[in-house]
Structure formats: structure tokens, C-alpha cells
């Protein structure tokens, strides 16, 4: 059987921050954000609190952490395999790792054309 590549991957920065978060707030999700407040940012969430619709496109999960975009950015990004990082700085606003002194960063890279065939579906 073959291997099915992932949508959305995490740096092990990332999954540190992650588990971090996850033993101070619970369970958690991602939402890419689309340009509004934040400009297009990894948004974290206590997972529940922010709304997905039917808009919104599941890419996959990191470490059980579900990760959604809405459908319009998804067009636009669903060549590409999301790199979820950490940098410094100040997270998004309404995104739990604000204030933490490290921010979640989405890097990507273009699938080729034998991962694109075995892309896991949305």
C-alpha cells in the first residue's frame, strides 16, 4: 500500500509548543487564517472555540491537533505541504501562543507530481 502524504506537517519546535499548550488549555486546533487581523498566520485554538464551516477544508492533524483552512486560501495553497514552525515574536491576537515569546509560522513547499497522486484527501 502506499504511503499518503500529509497536507500539513510540524517541526518539532512546533509539537514542543504544542504539547505546551496543549497541557495548559486541553485539546486544540489550527485554523490557517486568511489575511484578516493577523495577516495569514497558524491561528491555535482550545479546540471547539473557533467555528468551522463547511467552507473550511480539513488538511489533516498534527499529533491529534486538527488543522483546517478555509476553502477559498485552500485553492490557492493545495499544491503546496504546509511546514508548521516556531519563530520569535508575538503570536496572533486571538491565537493561544500570543504572549509566549514564540509564534507558530506556516513555511510550505510544492508537492511533486508523484506526491500529489498520493495526497490524502480533504
Not at 71 to 86: A, G, K, S
Amino acid at each position: 500500500m502506499a504511503t499518503l502524504i500529509a497536507r500539513v506537517t510540524a517541526t518539532p519546535a512546533a509539537l514542543a509548543l504544542l504539547a505546551r499548550l496543549r497541557k495548559l488549555y486541553g485539546p486544540l486546533m489550527f485554523f490557517q487564517s486568511g489575511g484578516c487581523c493577523d495577516g495569514s498566520a497558524p491561528m491555535c485554538f482550545p479546540a471547539g472555540e473557533f467555528d468551522v464551516s463547511e467552507t473550511d477544508v480539513y488538511l489533516g492533524n498534527l499529533e491529534g491537533t486538527p488543522f483546517y483552512m478555509g476553502r477559498e486560501q485552500f485553492e490557492y495553497w493545495e499544491h503546496t505541504q504546509l511546514i508548521i514552525d516556531v519563530v520569535q515574536g508575538n503570536g496572533g491576537m486571538f491565537s493561544l501562543d500570543n504572549g509566549s515569546g514564540v509564534r507558530f509560522l506556516t513555511r510550505s513547499r510544492l508537492f511533486s507530481d508523484e506526491e500529489l497522486a498520493a495526497l490524502q484527501p480533504t
